[in-house]
């Protein structure tokens, strides 16, 4: 349906009409074929797989029995492209297009392409349900479950599901007083990183003083690995909306800004989409669902870095200024853009809304645990089996996602450490892997709960060496305005510099403490504040690896260059001469079947030796 | 009515009648009650009152707007029972706030600060005048050679006083520096030449040229291992 063509909604009733209509027109029958066009499928060829279903069910004449649905990312990226047969549920995984013409082939004779199966690694089982895949399984899905089956551009797709209809609630059936209650009494609690109470902030924000209020959504989502928010606004991008539109109702605003990250391109499209169909609906712009209440958004690309996510520099930038951030003591829901009183929330936090005027409070708040409740989307990466979007309950021990829904660690090897919370959260060990998923619960461990970056490290990965990445990274983002995080987090490299290169010395750990305390107690915002937090983490929980580095000038887990001495273990040396050719330096001498040697004065340590070695010969210390 | 006790410098206090629509606030400092009118920030209520308060400062200057640059500033407020640190050159001044300027823990926190600026300039007279007076000989890092501070108050008079933004801030991080347009060393034509900024600033970064324009300082960036980070 053009959008030029579709009658303003005047009010519930029409709504309601409407979505009546769409469904009838729905067979719950209907075979159809659910493409993944998120922008992690996309770029493993989602969109050659799409065509190629187009252009075979145009030659087969079967436009009209099987329906293609492109749908938003469902999460499983690392399989992709992901195709799912509805309504039986079969569950396609790394498809191609030479696939095509047997997929579409066997779904009309009610058959399977078994080879196109996911296979259970741990039992070797193939799976035909998207439901029965360990992925899957164990996770909850109530934020990110339309994600994956409706097609984000249409809207009438997500008012068939649904869609709106807490709007349509919130605007006639709750007076704004009851809103904000109903979000307090939720729990719920930011998802952007600070887990401040969503509506307690709202609550606020309607009570400052001033006639023209602002609600913002912050897509900036500059966490290294992080992608729900760009899934949510890409596969959902109308639950963001009726999230926003029930806030800036319930706080009095008429204008709303989605500020996107700009190397997003496909969350932009989606969502300005979403904003133009809404539109044309009457569900955005003047006397919304005949209510009277007007509500306008826009979209603006994000300046490009990490820092614009922080709320005030979010704000300067979205005023057209560097987008620095500025002490809050003055709050943002009082004083926030062009120093009118705004309120500034993620995108999963909107997302969140609608679920909750929908279900109540009550509902929402039996999940989770006695302060964190609902559920949260984790962005599971780094060395386990099953990468993706992973949405969980609050409260889910972090064993659970990381060995159950993530099938744990990569290569059979041995779990050592999570990072949750994005670059400056902490790492925490194998002995708190009990900890469950909770903001406070977190905090206290020494990490955060964060927008929801959760990256696994496994037995060969050096503790010292991955703080110091982390540290290069924050350094590279602190936007350099005050003294504490810019010359602070310089400082800590510079000090895991000389501890990595074996030229530690002890007092240097309690340098990096007085470090972190002059950075946690002095820095004007959140990134400087938090950022030694992979450094505090790593010394507490893997003290011994630093002591490693300084007193043995030893790394342990064999990754720290300038600490690395290769040699042979001659009882184990055939002779074969392989590294002794393959060595770039000509560091390795030796003669047919006698043992090699390497000469450490000319070694360059690149390790070529021991990845050639059949034998394990080459000794690595 | 009620009368109070307010000290107007560390050695001299007098006693108040507030009127009833008197719009005052009062909050104590280091023990001493003040009085200041509302709008101002914890480090402008006690600027002009010696012996009140010890809090250095280095990006704060009465002509420009407070920027909370360098930290130096620093206080512990008690409000509603609960301590913080706080920029005092931002913080507002609230009726009955308890503000505590020189703490072991504010103090610990300066010196910290102070380390890393005096690494970062090692020959610069104001920040060695800081450090010896918060027990710093040497800085246990790598030292730089650096005169300028990024407090940007040069920049901030420009645009704000001057109403030119002939120079400007650019870079992110270690990389920051100030600069005129383009990315150049050497002043355009926006710069009228005023002065304003070498006045301003607080280390003798900048100085005036033969042209009467400032000459802007160069950042050098010491450590090999953050020059791998330039792009
Ligand atoms: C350095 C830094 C980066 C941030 N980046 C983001 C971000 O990308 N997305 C986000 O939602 N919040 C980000 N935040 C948190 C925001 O400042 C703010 O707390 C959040 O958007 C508020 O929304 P919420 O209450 O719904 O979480 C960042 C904070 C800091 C200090
Ligand atoms: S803490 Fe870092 S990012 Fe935040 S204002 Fe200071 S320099 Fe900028
Ligand atoms: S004077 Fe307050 S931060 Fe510099």
Known sequence: ?621 | MKSVTVWVDGNTSVEVIEPKDSRAVHLTVDGKLIRTTPGKSLLEAVWNRPGIGNIPALCYHPIVQSYGACRLCTVEVEEQGRTRFVASCLYPAKEGLVVRTDTDRVRQLRKGVLELLLARCPEVKVIQDLAIEYGIEKPRFALGVQDCILCGLCVRTCRENIGRSAISLVNRGIFREVAAPFYAYELGDGCVGCGDCVYVCPTGALKLGPDGKPVLPKVHIPRPAAEGLLR
């Open chain 1, 1 to 621: 349906m053009s959008i030029e063509q579709v009658d303003r909604l005047v009010d519930v009733a029409a709504l309601e009409r409407l979505r009546q209509s769409i469904i009838e027109k729905r067979n719950p029958f209907q075979l159809r074929l659910r493409i993944c066009n998120g922008t992690g499928c996309l770029a493993s060829g989602a969109d050659e797989v799409t065509a190629a279903f187009e252009a075979e069910l145009t030659r087969r004449g079967l436009s009209a029995e099987i329906n293609l649905v492109k749908s938003g990312c469902h999460g499983f990226c690392e399989k992709g492209p992901l195709v799912v047969v509805e309504p039986q549920e079969t569950f396609y995984q790394r498809v191609k297009p030479e696939h095509v013409p047997a997929i579409v082939a066997a779904t009309l004779d009610g058959k399977i392409v078994e080879e196109l199966l996911y296979v259970d690694p741990a039992t070797g089982e193939r799976i035909l349900h998207e439901q029965e895949v360990p992925f899957y399984r164990g996770q909850t899905r109530l934020v990110f479950g339309s994600n994956g089956t409706i097609d984000p551009t249409q809207i009438e797709d997500y008012i068939a599901i649904g869609g709106y209809s807490a709007l349509a609630k919130a605007l006639t059936q709750m007076s704004t007083a009851e809103i904000i209650d109903e979000v307090k009494r939720s729990g719920l609690r930011g998802r952007g990183g600070g887990g401040f109470p969503t509506g307690v902030k709202w609550e606020s924000c309607r009570r400052a003083d001033g006639d023209i209020k602002y609600v913002v959504c912050n897509a900036d989502e500059g966490d290294p690995g992080a992608y729900m928010d760009r899934s949510l606004l890409e596969g959902t991008p109308h639950a963001v909306l009726e999230g926003m539109i029930i806030g800036a109702h319930a706080i009095g605003a008429h204008e709303g800004y989605i500020y996107v990250r700009n190397e997003y391109p496909l969350a932009v499209s989606n969502a300005r989409r979403a904003i133009e169909q809404a539109m044309a609906y009457g569900l955005l712009g003047k006397d919304i669902l005949g209510s009277g209440f007007d509500f306008k958004v826009s979209i603006n690309r994000g300046g490009g870095a990490f820092v614009c996510g922080e709320s005030s520099a979010l704000m300067a930038s979205l005023e057209g200024q560097v987008g620095e951030p500025r002490a809050k003591y003055v709050h943002t829901v009082e004083k926030g853009l062009w120093d009118r009183p705004t309120c500034l929330n993620n995108v999963e936090t909107w997302a969140n809304v609608p679920l909750i005027i929908n279900r109540g409070a009550d509902w929402y708040n039996q999940i989770g645990t006695e302060k964190s409740k609902g559920t949260k989307i984790f962005s599971l990466v780094g060395k386990v089996n099953n990468t993706g979007l992973v949405e969980v309950p609050m409260g889910i021990p972090l064993r659970d996602i990381i060995f159950d829904i993530g099938g744990g660690i990569l290569d059979g090897k041995k779990f050592k450490a999570v990072q949750t919370g994005g670059p400056s959260g902490g790492f925490i060990p194998e002995s708190l892997l009990h900890l469950p998923v909770d903001f406070d619960r977190l905090t206290e461990a020494g990490s955060m709960m964060g927008s929801g970056a959760m990256i696994v490290m496994d037995e060969g990965t050096c503790m010292v060496n991955m703080a110091k990445f982390f540290i290069d990274f924050l350094e590279e983002e602190s936007c350099g305005k005050c003294v504490p995080c810019r010359e602070g987090i310089d400082r800590m490299g510079e000090v895991l510099e000389r501890i990595t290169t074996g030229k530690g010395r002890m007092e240097d750990l309690e340098l990096l403490e007085a470090l972190a305390d002059t950075l946690r107690l002095g820095s004007l915002c959140a990134l400087g504040s938090t950022a030694a937090n992979p450094v505090l983490t790593s010394l507490r929980y893997f003290r011994d690896e630093y002591i490693a580095h300084v007193v043995d000038k030893k790394c342990p887990a064999g990754e720290c260059q300038a600490l690395i001495q290769y040699s042979i273990i001659s009882e184990k040396c055939t002779g074969c001469m392989v590294c002794v050719r393959e060595c770039p330096s000509h560091a390795v001498t030796g003669k047919r079947r006698e043992p090699a040697v390497i000469d450490l004065a000319v070694c360059s340590k690149c390790g070529v030796c021991y990845d050639v070695c059949r034998f394990d010969a080459v000794k690595r210390a």
